[in-house]
């Protein structure tokens, strides 16, 4: 019996090319073997694992996580930085990820090996059936070229991403290629960390919706993304002074920019049940002064009006007069995506909620060993359609996930 070890960089290139492997040699041995170290950032690298995952989970196919070894990724392509795609560099890159599967192959006792790179239409399949041949060669073993895109290839790879729901990656991996793909690009926001959580429509974000729903389908329970857009808020830098002291500070979410340095003075205090507000002599930027020590401030509904917001805690002494200065940097997105997940029947009586997203400090987020210890306790009534489990996107913003999941399902639940 045959014994063919599959190379996969991505759940949809996986997608069809395995079912097309399953097809071509339905008496082999097939395993898969997740080999990125290309990717940037990790989460990225993370996310394209678990879709990978939950493909080859819904094929009954066992993957072996490879090492995210970028070092030696970032070492070997040294010199090649500027290369354009399809390129020297990613001549070399195919190199490393082929040899180490086809190194893994021989260790393990397989006979032949491919990869799914050959399933990409921005991909040269003689290019990877030269590296491929040669390095199964070293190793002893036999190269499969698998003419994946043919008879419509594409075309089924596209509808079974869409049913199953696939993360699909708008860039190759690397962060050359990223570079050169979203030049003139003041900041590269795949490749900025925008807090320690998960942001509202961030990888981070979505990795905890994907962690949770590769979990849930290896229960048997059925899943649906409910994905929306909505206008993403980020702040890029911000400076607050009292006096010519700088002061700790937080910023509310959708505070627009400041054009230059902003200079003023404190004409009015108004005290509120959990903050004060202090206002200025120009402007409509205001200080919120919070009744607790500072943190950051999540949104009940979504804020349109956006004049700037800075956020101090109550060790800060606000007074009528004192000088402020202010310099804040953020960033608008109209085409932010989210998404909502929901496990189970939408139609069942009684319902879990979750929400997925946190502050960019980390904070206001849930665990996901709890969203998974109450779907693994509960997956018998998930399953008998008595109970379904929610997990709600961009709740820190406004409750948006909330406000899209109510608009389709709105009549059928009460959320608390
Ligand atoms: S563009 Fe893609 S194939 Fe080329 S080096 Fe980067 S990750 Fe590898």
Aim: charged fraction near 30%; glycine fraction near 8%; charge should be neutral.
């Amino acid at each position: 019996m045959d014994k063919i070890l599959v190379h996969i960089c991505c759940g949809v290139d996986a997608v069809w090319a395995l079912r097309k492997i399953k097809e071509e040699f339905p008496d082999s041995q097939i395993k898969g073997f997740f080999y990125d170290p290309n990717i940037h950032p990790e989460e990225e690298y993370e996310l394209r694992w678990i879709e990978t995952k939950r493909v080859c989970d819904s094929l009954g196919i066992e993957c072996i996580k490879g090492e995210y070894d970028l070092d030696n990724w970032l070492e070997r392509v040294k010199g090649y930085e500027n290369e354009p795609e399809r390129g020297e560099r990613c001549s070399i890159c195919h190199d490393i990820r082929l040899e180490r599967s086809a190194q893994l192959a021989k260790e393990l006792g397989f006979n032949k090996m491919t990869t799914v790179l050959m399933m990409s239409p921005k991909k040269d399949f003689e290019v990877l059936k030269n590296i491929g041949e040669t390095v199964a060669r070293k190793y002893g073993i036999e190269f499969e070229a698998i003419e994946f895109r043919k008879g419509g290839g594409i075309e089924k790879m596209n509808q079974l991403s869409k049913q199953q729901q696939l993360y699909h990656q708008n860039y190759c991996g690397c962060i050359y290629g990223l570079f050169k793909q979203r030049q003139g690009l003041e900041i590269i926001p795949e490749l900025v960390s925008f807090g320690k959580g998960r942001i509202p429509g961030s990888r981070e974000e979505l990795l905890f919706i994907k962690q949770i729903r590769s979990f849930a389908e290896n229960l048997g329970l059925p899943c649906v993304e409910q994905s929306f857009e909505f206008i993403g808020w980020r702040i890029i830098s911000s400076i607050m002074k009292l006096g010519k002291q700088p002061v700790p500070h937080t910023v509310l979410p959708y505070s627009s920019s400041i054009k230059g340095i902003l200079r003023g003075k404190i004409v009015d205090i108004t005290e509120l049940e959990d903050k004060f507000i202090a206002k200025l002599n120009k402007s409509n930027t205001q200080i919120w002064q919070l009744k607790s020590n500072l943190k950051e401030v999540s949104l009940e509904k979504p804020r349109f009006l956006t004049n700037p917001v800075f956020i101090v805690g109550q060790d800060i002494n606000l007074e009528i007069g004192k000088k402020v200065e202010f310099q804040l940097k953020t960033e608008f997105d109209p085409q932010a995506k989210s998404q909502n997940l929901i496990i189970g029947d939408v139609n069942s009586e009684q319902k879990i909620f979750f929400h997925s997203d946190t502050l960019p400090d980390g904070t206001e987020g849930v665990d996901i060993s709890e969203v998974l210890m109450v779907i693994s306790k509960n997956k018998e009534k998930i399953k008998d359609k008595q109970l379904a489990v929610v997990v709600l996107g961009a709740k820190t913003v406004g409750n948006i996930g909330k406000d899209v999941f109510l608009q389709e399902y709105g009549n059928r639940v009460v959320i608390q």
